[in-house]
């Protein structure tokens, strides 16, 4: 396919960073990895997997750390599991097991020793990704859409070329969560951007528009990450390395079409798991009725302490 940009390369590998610690999630995660928590039937990873296969990517980049393993056997082929369920007919079974399969050759695995960072963790990538731009998967955002996200953002950036992130508007006092554009012009849909701060308090942020867990990024910024500034909290962070590329290549927040949900913590991981499995076609139908009974408990229960 051409591409109308001579200058900017299509964007081809996805780096999936899965090194860090996931403690909001202990103790569930001492052993297992955050990212093979399940949304409805799938682990995050493999939601996370899947929107990048949607999105055309050719080549999946794991960061990866201690007792991270499983996160690689989940995309292996299984013949054991295969035979087993084809002895007892479950053809509909095999079907789901090898919607996890990522092709051969086409995963990469690299890890990152100590978890530095997220900025120190895509820097652990940077022999694989080699010379040409690259999208990063934070597997704890997930995002539900009729156009996977990914796939929304390679639209524009075939346009744009550059950088990229996806942006969505948070209440001013969240501010302090995220990264946080500076915005130079705004069409609405795509924001330029002349600054970044990563976790601002919300007097000092510039904007509301802030950075969810998807990037496209021009191979430059590895000469920026290689310098291990560390910054907010004292992790080596990627938004410092990106503020660095804006005013030498294009920068844009795209404001994508979906709701994202936070499954790094607990409550947006439950709410996440309530929205996927409402449009689950098995099981959306008698989720809705639990939580109308539920929903009438709480009722009850609120009109009840008023007549008290
Ligand atoms: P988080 O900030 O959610 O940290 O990382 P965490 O360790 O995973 O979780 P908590 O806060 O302890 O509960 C955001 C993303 O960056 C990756 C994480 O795996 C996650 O996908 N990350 C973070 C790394 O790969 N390495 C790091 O050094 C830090």
Not at 195 to 224: C, M, N, W
């Amino acid at each position: 396919m051409s591409h109308p940009h001579t200058k900017w390369k299509p964007v081809r590998k996805a780096v999936f960073p899965v090194a860090g610690l996931g403690t909001r999630f202990l103790p569930a995660t001492k052993v297992m990895p955050k990212e093979m928590l399940p949304l409805v039937d799938r682990p995050l990873i493999q939601h996370a997997v899947e929107e990048a296969q949607a999105a055309g990517i050719e080549e999946f980049i794991f960061v990866t750390g201690r007792q991270k393993e499983m996160l690689e056997e989940h995309f292996d082929y299984q013949p054991e599991l295969e035979r087993t369920l084809k002895a007892r007919g479950k053809q509909d079974m095999i079907d789901k097991v090898r919607t996890c399969e990522i092709g051969e050759s086409q995963l990469f695995l690299t890890r990152q020793a100590r978890p530095l960072g997220l900025g120190h963790a895509i820097w652990c990538a940077r022999k694989l990704v080699g010379d040409e731009p690259f999208a990063i998967m934070l597997p704890d955002d997930v995002i539900l859409s009729d156009t996977p996200c990914l796939k929304q953002m390679i639209e524009h950036y075939n346009e744009t070329g550059g950088n990229m992130v996806a942006v969505m508007d948070v209440p001013k006092e969240d501010t302090s969560k995220y990264g946080v554009l500076d915005v130079e012009s705004d069409d609405g849909t795509l924001a330029s951007i002349k600054g970044l701060v990563e976790k601002p308090h919300p007097e000092d942020a510039p904007s509301t528009l802030s950075v969810i867990g998807r990037y496209i990024l021009q191979p430059e910024i590895f000469g920026h990450l290689s310098k291990f500034e560390t910054g907010a909290g004292g992790e080596i962070q990627i938004t410092d390395a990106m503020a660095k590329l804006i005013g030498t290549q294009p920068f844009h927040g795209l404001r994508y079409e979906g709701e994202r949900y936070d499954c790094g913590s607990r409550a947006g991981f439950i709410e996440a798991n309530i929205a996927f499995s409402l449009r689950d076609p098995e099981i959306g139908a008698s989720i809705q009725k639990m939580i109308q009974k539920h929903a009438l408990a709480i009722n009850a229960e609120a009109a009840y302490s008023r007549l008290e």
